[in-house]
C-alpha cells in the first residue's frame, strides 16, 4: 500500500506571467443588454463555448462572462450595428425561435410533450 497522499497548498509559481488585462476596464455595448453603458474591470478574455468572451466581476462580486462583442473588447456584431436599436431581435434568432416553436407544437399535437 502507497502512503497517502500529502495536500500542500497552491503557490502560484514566480514564473507564471502576469494577466495583460490589469487594469484595463470593459463597457458593456450591447444595446438590450440590462448591464448596457455600464463599466467593470477586465479580468481577462478567452475563448469559451466557441467565441472570445470577456470575464469581470459585477457589483455583487459574482464572477460574470458575456460575449466580447457585446463589449467594447470586441468587434460588434453587424446586426446589431446596422440596426442602430430598431431591431429587437436578429433574424437568426427569429429562425430559431420559428423552429423551437414548430417542434413544441409538434409534440403538443402527437401527445410526445406530455
Same mark, same amino acid.
Do not use: C, K
Given at each position: 500500500?502507497?502512503?497517502?497522499?500529502?495536500?500542500?497548498?497552491?503557490?502560484?509559481?514566480?514564473?507564471?506571467?502576469?494577466?495583460?488585462?490589469?487594469?484595463?476596464?470593459?463597457?458593456?455595448?450591447?444595446? *438590450?443588454?440590462?448591464?448596457? =453603458?455600464?463599466?467593470?474591470? @477586465?479580468?481577462?478574455?478567452?475563448?469559451?463555448? /466557441? &467565441?472570445?468572451?470577456? !470575464? *469581470?466581476?459585477?457589483?455583487? =462580486?459574482?464572477?460574470?462572462? @458575456?460575449?466580447?462583442?457585446?463589449?467594447?473588447? /470586441? &468587434?460588434?456584431?453587424? !446586426?446589431?450595428?446596422?440596426?442602430? =436599436?430598431?431591431?429587437?431581435?436578429?433574424?437568426?434568432?427569429?429562425?430559431?425561435?420559428?423552429?423551437?416553436?414548430?417542434?413544441?407544437?409538434?409534440?403538443?399535437?402527437?401527445?410526445?410533450?406530455?
Amino acid at each position: 500500500m502507497s502512503p497517502p497522499l500529502q495536500r500542500v497548498p497552491y503557490q502560484e509559481p514566480s514564473t507564471t506571467a502576469r494577466d495583460a488585462h490589469e487594469g484595463q476596464v470593459v463597457d458593456i455595448t450591447h444595446p *438590450f443588454h440590462p448591464l448596457y =453603458g455600464r463599466r467593470y474591470e @477586465l479580468l481577462t478574455v478567452r475563448q469559451t463555448w /466557441g &467565441e472570445y468572451r470577456v !470575464f *469581470f466581476y459585477d457589483e455583487q =462580486g459574482v464572477l460574470t462572462a @458575456l460575449p466580447a462583442s457585446w463589449t467594447n473588447a /470586441g &468587434e460588434a456584431d453587424p !446586426f446589431v450595428t446596422m440596426a442602430r =436599436g430598431r431591431a429587437h431581435y436578429r433574424p437568426a434568432d427569429l429562425v430559431q425561435l420559428a423552429t423551437l416553436v414548430a417542434q413544441l407544437g409538434a409534440s403538443v399535437n402527437t401527445g410526445e410533450g406530455t
